[in-house]
């Protein structure tokens, strides 16, 4: 059973995650509930823990600092961060401390949960060392042979699944050294006969390999299994193609691991990638597609960037003609989120092709967009902003209201009440000081656009935020 710990300072979302998720379903059972990170490290020392939900901005200690505790003191938590759908910035610093998922609070939908569930629960076991082995793991004992085999499914079968009718002689010795592979030795001089049937099975197998190992001798069993999990992952979810499904490998063979991206050096490449620049240059898209696949990144971090990345273009993309991203699990291999990445492109540049207008000109309102969230607090306008797309005022304003929904003022008027109520939930500062960073240089004006928007004044909105945590 894997326990739950569940942190946020909203006693609402607290409650309300831990009574309508369907925990039991995917062996989770949770075992406390905190307001803050302090809180959350005292009842660690008493209480055992596999998986830690946490909210990111919390009184008295963050999300993020308590992640960077526990990593260090309780190395085999699992981390799933609890987030608003702006926090960009920090789920990226959040994926680079080791979270394994992240779940947008506003976003939570109930035909969501098995989905999210059924995520997390596959990490977890992803990420989980639980190696069964059908002969001996004494470290002492070494190899003989010289070759080796591995066969994986990518799609995670079980073994039962595609071994039943494969009739190994007493000569093959099989270890699993996965959930999801296993390595199999013959003590046979020719051990064609179980090369081919090997082969056979892999070619039935829709995401299934035979790696063929060289070079082994002389390894322990621990050795090659450790060797066999990192290589699946680091190497084989990214070199996997379905018209190459028989490869051979040196088990020495050194790969060129890059080391562990910053925030710092990883930015340009964020930007684009959030930019809508991708859709219609097929050069620039290619090229993103080959960056990011060359970071080698483990897959639970991959997969939590694009989530990220899918959160953020839906901000976007959501609000426009353009309609809804997703990105739908189990993903085995590079090869089906390249596939992925395809068909999100056509889908959006079809859908673009219906309107009146050309590519160059929904490209040019979309980066318009990113602009005026990105410079929110500047007193921006329709003829400024239409000036830096190199359009009239009037064929600017045309176009933004047709493709993304909203007239120019309404939209920035949403956007900055969206990052105000943020600001509201997540930090002490001023109202004074939220207004100003949200391009209002008057206060009360300010107050009674937000009251429009809300049905409260941000003092209001702040209070009972306070109230509903107590």
Known sequence: MIKVLVVDDDKLVRKGLISVMPWQEFGMQVVGEESNGEKALELLETQAVDLLLTDLAMPVMSGIELMRIVRKRYPGIHIVILTLHEDFE????????????????????????????????SRIHEQTNNVAVQCSQNESVFLTLDRGYVVVCLDNVSYSDWAADLKFTSH?????????????????????????????????????????????????????????????????????????KIITVCVHKRYQHQLEQTDEDLDPLKELWLSAEWLYHDFLFHKLVREIRLLRLPKAKLMGLLY??????????????????????PVNSWFQIELWLDGIRELIR??????????????????????????????????????????????????????????????IRMIRMEKAKQYLLSTNKTILWIAENTGYLDEKYFSRTFREHTGMLPSEYRLRKIQSRN
Request: hydrophobic share 40%.
């Open 90 to 121: 920090y789920i990226q610093e959040a994926l680079r401390l080791g979270a394994i998922d992240y779940i947008v609070k506003v976003e939570l939908e109930k035909e969501q949960f098995d989905e999210i569930l059924r995520r997390i629960a």
């Open 308 to 329: 990220a990345f899918v959160n953020e273009w839906n901000r976007l993309f959501s609000q426009t003609v353009l309609g809804k991203i997703t990105l739908k699990e």
């Open 350 to 411: 079809l859908e673009a092709n219906k309107t009146n207008y050309s590519q160059e000109i929904i490209n040019c309102i979309l980066k318009a967009e990113q602009m005026m969230r990105a410079e929110m607090e500047k007193q921006l306008t329709a003829a400024e902003v239409a000036n830096r797309m190199n359009m009239s005022r009037s064929y600017f304003s045309q176009c933004f209201k047709a493709i993304i929904g909203n007239t120019f003022n309404e939209h």
């Open 172 to 244: 093959v010795s099989v270890i699993e050294a996965d959930r999801n592979s296993w390595l199999l030795f013959s003590d046979e001089s020719d051990d064609s006969k179980l090369v081919q049937q090997l082969s056979s099975k892999v070619e039935a197998l829709e995401n299934g390999v035979l790696v063929e190992l060289s070079d082994v001798k002389g390894l322990s069993q621990i050795e090659i299994q450790r060797w066999t999990r990192d290589f699946t992952e680091r190497e084989l979810f990214y070199d996997y193609h379905p018209d190459n």
